[in-house]
């Protein structure tokens, strides 16, 4: 476990959503299903997630950009692998705590709720959090860094982009770890 968890042994997972950009679909039932109010453009969606040291160690099917981070959290089959005790960091915005299951625990930035602030305390756990969390962004960036997902992607490949985006993924594994373990960042 690298040194930057000292404050969350038990991290399993860090789980985030990222989307790529697909040719709009020539029907409206399709049309509905890949766009995305987030990015204003139809798109495919996909989870990802990472160990604590950044490699990529799962990747959900694509799902049409309307989807919501908790239903493709539940339908991925992600959640079959954790165990009582385990702890899955995630975004502020993945609001998935009533899905885990019996014993796994989610480790979000705090919210503020109806407060006008933000407590110290909570400003500090957020940048504890965030500064751990980035790894599956900087992970979801190497995979982007490959290149084969800009632009748009087009329809005629949409049978096989579920298998292009998990090799690309897994590709990654290959590189240098983002964070070796029991070393400081």
Request: hydrophobic share 40%.
């Amino acid at each position: 476990m690298p040194s930057s968890f000292k404050k969350y042994p038990t991290t399993r997972i860090i789980l985030d959503c990222t989307e790529i950009f697909v040719e709009v679909p020539s029907t409206m039932l399709a049309q509905s299903q890949t766009w995305s109010n987030y990015k204003h453009h139809d798109t495919y969606k996909v989870l990802v997630g990472v160990a604590p040291t950044g490699n990529v160690t799962f990747v959900s099917e694509l799902w049409g950009g309307r989807a919501s981070d908790k239903e493709i959290t539940l339908k991925s089959g992600e959640l079959n692998f954790l165990e009582p005790g385990d702890n899955i960091m995630a975004d502020r915005g993945f609001e998935i705590a009533d899905i885990l299951p019996s014993g796994v625990t989610l480790n979000i930035p705090p919210f503020k709720g109806n407060a006008a602030q933000l407590t110290a305390e909570q400003v500090q756990n957020t940048m504890d959090i965030a500064s751990v969390r980035i790894h599956v962004e900087r992970a979801i960036g190497r995979i982007k860094n490959y290149h084969v997902l800009d632009g748009i992607i087009p329809l005629s490949l949409s049978h096989i982009a579920n298998q292009i985006f998990t090799v690309i993924a897994y590709l990654t594994c290959f590189l240098p770890l983002l964070v070796a373990p029991g070393k400081e960042e």
